[in-house]
């Protein structure tokens, strides 16, 4: 079954970086897109970045949200099945549970994490 495990979160201060990871298996990792969401207290989970599945046909691009834009940075390692989410110049609103995901190109059901914590403060 698909399984997805982040790790690298923490408490940084404002300013600082944090890398993202999410170990995949259960489903062939470089035909599906994958993507890191975010949700922060009170707040609904919204997409963060995500890049396409690694085949010529893929119809999608990498995207990030606009609020994290120029500072965050996905890459995928299809040998490795992992997918890593780079943070630079984090701020306070970044502060939230951050989940990788996926879903099956053929259905709708989206899987996601156990989701990893990110606390900045100083």
């Known amino acids: 079954q698909v399984q997805l495990v982040e790790s690298g979160g923490g408490l940084v201060q404002p300013g600082g970086s944090l890398r993202l990871s999410c170990a995949a298996s259960g489903f062939t990792f470089s035909t599906h897109a994958m993507s890191w969401y975010r949700q922060a207290p009170g707040k609904e989970r919204e997409l963060v970045a995500s890049t396409p599945a690694s085949i010529p046909s893929a119809r999608s691009t990498t995207n990030y949200a606009d609020s994290v834009k120029g500072r965050f940075t996905i890459s995928r390692d299809n040998a490795k099945n992992t997918v890593e989410l780079r943070m630079n110049s984090l701020q306070p609103e970044d502060t939230a549970v951050y989940f990788c995901?996926?879903?099956?190109?053929?259905?709708?059901?989206?899987?996601w994490g156990q989701g990893t914590q990110v606390t900045v403060s100083s």
């Open positions: 995901s996926t879903r099956h190109p053929w259905a709708s059901q989206r899987y």
